[in-house]
Nanobody
Framework: QVQLVESGGGLVQAGGSLRLSCAASGRAFNRYVMGWFRQAPGKERELLAAISRSGGASYYVDSVKGRFTISRDLDKNTMYLQMNSLKPEDTAVYYC????????????WGQGTQVTVSS
């Protein structure tokens, strides 16, 4: 069993920055591929970014490339999402997730944290 707790969401003006954190507890953190998803009202949940078990490889959806950076600290069992140049269309609930095989089919989810970007 893995427990994931997100933090760092909030209200920010367009062009601003936020850093989300996802603290993991439970089974070995480095066994899992990790990722960040988001879900805006009326839309499906989408994968934004993913990071490999070692942290050496990452993936980004086109809409956040160059603005968001995913990272993980194996010593702290924590994953981060640095979000810069935020836009109103980034407004959503952000979730972290982990997968033993792929983060596209997560085994565990966090509870989500709200990010609101005002224009």
């Amino acid at each position: 069993q893995v427990q994931l707790v997100e933090s760092g969401g909030g209200l920010v003006q367009a062009g601003g920055s936020l850093r989300l954190s996802c603290a993991a507890s439970g089974r070995a953190f480095n066994r899992y591929v990790m990722g960040w998803f988001r879900q805006a009202p009326g839309k499906e949940r989408e994968l934004l970014a993913a990071i490999s078990r070692s942290g050496g490889a990452s993936y980004y959806v086109d809409s956040v490339k160059g603005r968001f950076t995913i990272s993980r600290d194996l010593d702290k069992n924590t994953m981060y999402l640095q979000m810069n140049s935020l836009k109103p269309e980034d407004t959503a609930v952000y979730y972290c997730a982990v997968g033993g095989v792929t983060v596209r089919l997560p085994d565990y989810w966090g509870q989500g944290t709200q990010v609101t970007v005002s224009s």
